[in-house]
């Protein structure tokens, strides 16, 4: 149980979450955007059978 309690309070450990949320964050839109294109591209070429 102390751990636990450690583990959420520790303000340290939040500070570096935060950068990992944002390098995450910017890890999912790059990964949308390169979809979308993908879509696109197969949706061109009519390789694309299922739409959203």
């Not at 102390?2 to 959420?8: L, N, V």
């Amino acid at each position: 149980m102390e751990a636990a309690i450690t583990g959420f309070s520790d303000t340290e450990k939040a500070k570096s979450t935060g950068s990992d949320i944002k390098v995450m964050h910017a890890k999912i839109g790059q990964l949308t955007l390169e979809n979308d294109i993908l879509e696109g591209a197969l949706s061109t070429v009519g390789l694309l059978s299922v739409k959203r």
